[in-house]
């Protein structure tokens, strides 16, 4: 058999159920079974995985197993399974992971074809978060030098590797560290890689964290004095291969956020205190030489605080900084158009420390929707607004509707309903400055201010309890079809409402109960749902062919937001054939016409000179007769 094309990796130790599933998502990949083989390193294990392994290994050809003393780290078991590789690529899979099926055989294909050393698949997080952004989409050809994708997004080794590159620049793990080891080699690989192919098509890898809580980092890592001394050969390595610049501040920043001050998160404050004094005098040389404005700017106001303590004192500041951090997080104090997280240290007198230390333009809002309903004649909306940590009584909210493809908006007041909630009643007589409001998709914002700063968001219904919405009514103020629908919007599912014009799938407003002929009058009798009130309201008949048209001033009495009307229309000297029944609602420019429904079950009653009748799509039309036809109506009788 020829050389495989792709050597498998495990590092192994003490994790006898997970590597089962682990070896057999290599054995069941697409990719044919001659082209790969599968190294697993047993680095000291003690729980039956090394007999795990063994058996395994008799019953699949392609698997064989290494067998070594406990090396301290999973660095030594990668490089013996390195050196014994004889596959054109390596992939490194940790024990406790699997793969997806197609996964080798895709990786494989990409390397092959855009010629790249280094393929990075996309990650499946289980139990624990993977980097979202760096897989929005498959970039065939990137390089370390690209911003985007950002590669340093993810400097794990869990990766497929050309051997040929690795083995040529001498890329090997730095040996007895419990963690960390994987980053000088993956960044190595980066730099030394001609290109690098990142597949976001499949879920390729999927990254799995013990649900026992004994994997390294879960354990906290390595101890300073063997993490940080890799670390900083890693900046090195990074300052050594770029140029002074964006590209070098934005490698090294990563640094300084995921590997340096990693190790003053919410662990720091357990470790004993040999540990914490370690963790700090390593920081503080790392900062010494590596950090700059640019590079500090771009950090969280939690590591501003802890370089400036550790590099201008006082160092108590990093201990009162860091047992905050590890509870809950601090307020955000807001001065004008700039916002402060008020960590110790924050304008205290006597410290000195720089506003801009803890300066931070995240600020988040929360906007949800909770409520919508028509309440005596207005629409009222129910949202949450506010900007998290940030003192309530500091902020004002308000509610903007603005026209949908139009520079037009108006404002509506957003007030306390006695919880957390806050509601803007939108009075459609008012909201446009007393005119009529257009017709047209409307689209709500909230709206919170705090000083100088501003910030709103899209109305999205809270998941639980799930907001109902209520269904179109008539708003006699509206400037065309005087209805008014709020709906979800398709895909994003926010809250906006349609001015003028019935929706699709909605009732009909109009609905006529009752429609009789009698002695050549029509007399009618309905209702309408109003968003309250009492609107004018006019009866039309008008002819289907003609056009001509006959109206009738209605009888109106309000209950809630149901209009109850009445009235009657002379059909006298009316063209025979058929005349369509529609209400005109409201007055003036205001004034709009709506079709009327005859619901199954309404009273359609006919007599001399007419008779009503539901047309196919539901409304109500009246047929006019002649002399001839009321003589056919008579001998058909």
């Known amino acids: 058999m020829g050389a495989p094309k792709v050597s498998v ?68 078991p990668r490089n013996v399974g390195l050196d014994r590789a004889e596959g054109e690529y390596v992939f490194f899979l940790d024990a406790d992971d699997h793969l997806g099926p197609e996964a080798l055989e895709r990786m494989v294909v990409a390397a092959d074809q855009n010629s790249t050393d280094v393929v990075v698949p996309k990650y499946v997080g289980v139990g624990r978060k993977v980097n979202p952004h760096l897989f929005k989409k498959t970039v065939p050809f990137t390089t370390i030098y690209d911003a985007v994708p950002n590669l340093y997004g993810s400097i794990t080794v869990l990766k497929l590797y050309r051997r040929k590159m690795l083995d040529e620049a001498g890329i090997r793990f730095p040996e007895g560290l419990l963690s960390g080891e994987d980053q000088i080699f993956a960044v190595r690989a980066y730099f030394e890689a001609a290109g690098v192919s990142v597949l976001s098509d499949y879920d390729y890898y999927y990254w799995v964290d013990r649900d026992d809580g004994t994997s390294a980092l879960q354990l906290g890592g390595a101890p300073a004095k063997g993490y940080f001394p890799q670390i900083a050969d890693l900046m090195e390595y990074v300052t050594a291969h770029t140029e002074p610049g964006e590209t070098r501040d934005r490698l090294l ?34 900062l010494a030489e590596y950090a700059n404005p640019q590079i500090m700017k771009a950090l969280s106001p939690y590591m501003r605080v802890v370089a400036h303590a550790l590099k201008n004192g006082p160092e108590e500041l990093v201990e009162r900084a860091a047992h905050v951090h590890a509870e809950d997080p601090p307020p955000i104090v807001v001065d004008g158009d700039r916002a402060f997280v008020a960590y110790p240290g924050f304008r205290e007198a006597g410290l000195d420390v720089p506003d801009e230390v803890f300066e931070t333009t995240r600020l988040h809002e929360r906007v949800a929707l909770t409520g919508v309903e028509w309440r005596d004649g207005r629409l009222a909306v129910s949202i949450t607004a506010r900007i998290d940590r940030v003192d309530p009584a500091e902020q004002r909210a308000e509610l903007i509707l603005r026209l949908r493809d139009e520079n037009v908006e108006h404002r509506v007041p957003l007030l306390p309903d006695g919880t957390a909630e806050l509601t803007a009643d939108i009075d459609f007589a008012t909201v446009a400055g007393g005119g009529p409001l257009p017709a047209g998709r409307w689209d709500p914002y909230a709206v919170v201010r705090v000083g100088k700063i501003v910030r709103e968001g899209k109305l999205t219904p809270t998941p639980k309890p799930k907001v109902a919405l209520p269904g179109t009514r008539i708003v006699p103020v509206l400037n065309g079809t005087p209805c008014v629908t709020p709906y979800l919007t398709k895909g994003t599912g926010v809250l906006a409402f349609n001015a003028g014009g019935e929706a699709p799938g909605q009732d009909p407003l109009i609905q006529v109960t009752r429609a009789t002929v009698e002695a050549r009058v029509l007399r009618l009798a309905g209702t309408a749902a109003t968003s309250g009130g009492t609107v004018p309201m006019r009866a039309l008949l008008r002819h289907r062919d003609s056009k001509e048209t006959k109206t009738a001033d209605l009888a109106v009495e309000a209950s809630g937001d149901t209009l109850a009307f009445s009235g009657e229309l002379s059909l006298q000297g009316a063209a025979t054939g058929s005349w369509d029944v529609s209400c005109e609602v409201g007055e003036g420019s205001a004034a709009g016409e709506l079709r009327a429904a005859a619901p199954k079950g309404a009273t359609l009653s006919g007599g001399r000179g007419g008779r009503p009748f539901r047309t196919v799509k539901g409304n109500l039309s009246v047929e006019v007769l002649g002399v001839l036809g009321r003589l056919r109506r008579a001998f058909r009788g």
């Open 9 to 76: 990796i495990l590092p192994v130790h003490n994790c006898r159920e997970s590597v089962v599933r682990a070896i057999g998502s290599v054995v069941d990949q697409t990719l044919a079974a001659e082209l790969i083989e599968i190294i697993a390193v047993d680095d000291g294990s003690t729980d039956g995985t090394s007999e795990t392994l063994d058996r395994l290994a008799a019953e699949h050809p392609t698997l064989s197993v290494v067998h070594q003393p406990p090396s301290g780290g999973p660095g030594r």
């Open 253 to 286: 920043r990563r640094h300084f956020a995921i590997e340096v001050f990693s190790r003053f998160d919410p662990r720091y404050v357990h470790f004993d205190e040999g540990e914490r004094a370690d963790t700090k005098a390593a920081a503080r040389e790392i």
